[in-house]
């Protein structure tokens, strides 16, 4: 059981590029977080979705997209990347029941150059 | 007002005495409380929760609530060098967790 994945775990973008972060779970869960963090700050919300084909976004979703085709993966894509940007990008995941925990992947770290 | 405060810290501790971590939230309709632990590098790992008014125990963690001040604690008693981390309170509500900044805990041996 692996919980969530996360790939990559590092990455160096230059301005302007684009790239996918992918995030899989195999928990069978309908809950999925999109979270970054910035040092010495806490986590902040980028997008979520309650299950396949549904998703919305978090506080700070400008400069992100999300898709989630499939109960299992939740990508996460920066369309033209921005020194802002760089962060560390964390997914999690969510049974959907009361009082559920959420469950972190190892967290992709990125700089934008 | 934030929607979660926590003093960033760092809180020192000896080793062996009670570190006591503290939390404060803004919306009433909070239904669960999470506590991360988060060491530096790695992702949140789930320490405990509690969403019932009163104490939670498990081992050396213990989790206070008390929604009419919209407060929630935790306790880690015999604090070992392994417990230096940051600690993140989290209310939430419906599908929704909100994160706060964090506690920096530093144990001194």
């Known amino acids: 059981n692996a919980g969530v994945t996360q790939t990559p775990k590092f990455r160096i973008l230059k301005i302007g590029q684009s790239m996918t972060l992918q995030c899989t779970q195999d928990?069978?869960?309908?809950?999925m977080y999109w979270y970054r963090q910035d040092p010495g700050m806490g986590l902040k919300l980028i997008y979520y979705?309650?299950?396949?084909?549904?998703?919305d976004k978090g506080e700070v979703p400008n400069g992100y997209n999300v898709s989630r085709s499939t109960t299992e993966d939740f990508p996460l894509r920066l369309e033209l990347a921005a020194p802002s940007q760089t962060s560390v990008y964390f997914c999690?995941?969510?049974?959907?029941?009361?009082?559920?925990?959420?469950?972190f992947g190892d967290g992709t770290r990125l700089s934008i150059l | 007002q934030k929607e979660v405060e926590q003093n960033s810290g760092p809180l020192s501790v000896p080793e062996g005495a009670i570190a006591s971590l503290n939390c404060t939230y803004s919306d009433r309709g909070s239904q669960s409380f999470f506590w991360y632990r988060q060491y530096s590098g790695k992702s949140p790992e789930l320490i405990m929760f509690?969403?019932?008014?009163g104490d939670k125990e498990d081992g050396r963690f213990t989790a206070q609530l008390n929604k009419a001040s919209q407060y929630v604690s935790l306790l880690i008693r015999d604090s070992q060098p392994s417990d230096s981390a940051t600690y993140l309170c989290?209310?939430?509500?419906?599908?929704?967790?909100?994160f706060g900044k964090g506690t920096r805990l530093h144990i001194l041996p």
């Open positions: 979705s309650v299950g396949a084909g549904i998703t």
């Open positions: 989290a209310p939430s509500r419906d599908d929704k967790i909100i």
């Open positions: 999690a995941s969510m049974e959907d029941s009361e009082n559920q925990p959420q469950h």
């Open positions: 509690i969403y019932s008014n």
């Open positions: 928990m069978n869960h309908n809950y």
